[in-house]
Antibody, heavy 122, light 110 residues
Framework: EVQLVESGGGLVRPGGSLRLSCAAS????????MNWVRQAPGKGLEWVSS????????YYSDSVKGRFTISRDNAKNSLHLQMNSLRAEDTAVYYC???????????????WGQGTMVTVSS | QSVLTQPPSASGTPGQRVTISCSGS????????VNWYQQLPGTAPKLLIYSNNQRPSGVPDRFSGSKSGTSASLAISGLQSEDEADYYCAAWDDSLNGWMFGGGTKLTVL
């Protein structure tokens, strides 16, 4: 079964750091663009970052640019999100989502993980 | 405030047809395709419609999508209780160079 499993969430103080991971299985991970999407408690979906299959192109939302870094390890079928200088407004469930094999703008998020909760609080 | 505008709520009775709108601009819906996601309570989102009007395998044909200019719509016919969920539109924005989601529409089946 095609699957994405996130890990690494938890409680962190404002200004702290956290590294999320997403393990992919049962598909050719290295062929797909990948994404992070978050959802604050009781709120809607917010796109965070995207990375193309070979890491050639990386995109960030303005709300996380300069603080978060997306990366991937195609040899280990894994996606990562390094989050620094965390703020209370970063509190959310973070989902990884599979994109497509073509240009990022034409992608769909067709497979989603179950999400990992990040809480930023003192 | 979302770049893509959806009504916060919609409702209908079983068997009815409901539509959910998604309004954008030339830099997003006007230039790129629209995808729709369904999020059942307590679960991860699920792809419902892609490329404006295409259904992934397994999605009932009760769900349909359309796009015209800078707006898109999701239609659900033969409404069922299990359709009660949050629905989100999404499109790439060429100006912001990123994905935009609508604010979401909570569908209630009365």
């Amino acid at each position: 079964e095609v699957q994405l499993v996130e890990s690494g969430g938890g409680l962190v103080r404002p200004g702290g750091s956290l590294r999320l991971s997403c393990a992919a299985s049962e598909f050719t991970f290295s062929s797909y663009n990948m994404n992070w999407v978050r959802q604050a408690p009781g709120k809607g979906l917010e796109w965070v970052s995207s990375i193309t299959s070979s890491s050639s192109y990386i995109y960030y939302s303005d709300s996380v640019k300069g603080r978060f870094t997306i990366s991937r390890d195609n040899a280990k079928n894994s996606l990562h999100l390094q989050m620094n200088s965390l703020r209370a407004e970063d509190t959310a469930v973070y989902y990884c989502a599979r994109g497509g094999v073509g240009p990022t703008r034409e992608n769909t998020f067709d497979i989603w993980g179950q999400g990992t909760m990040v809480t930023v609080s003192s | 405030q979302s770049v893509l505008t959806q009504p916060p709520s919609a409702s209908g009775t079983p068997g009815q047809r409901v539509t959910i709108s998604c309004s954008g601009s030339n830099s997003n819906i006007g230039s790129n395709t629209v995808n729709w996601y369904q999020q059942l309570p307590g679960t991860a989102p699920k792809l419902l419609i892609y490329s404006n009007n295409q259904r992934p395998s397994g999605v009932p044909d009760r769900f349909s999508g359309s796009k015209s200019g800078t707006s898109a719509s999701l239609a659900i016919s033969g409404l069922q209780s299990e359709d009660e969920a949050d629905y989100y539109c999404a499109a790439w924005d060429d100006s912001l160079n990123g994905w935009m989601f609508g604010g979401g529409t909570k569908l209630t089946v009365l």
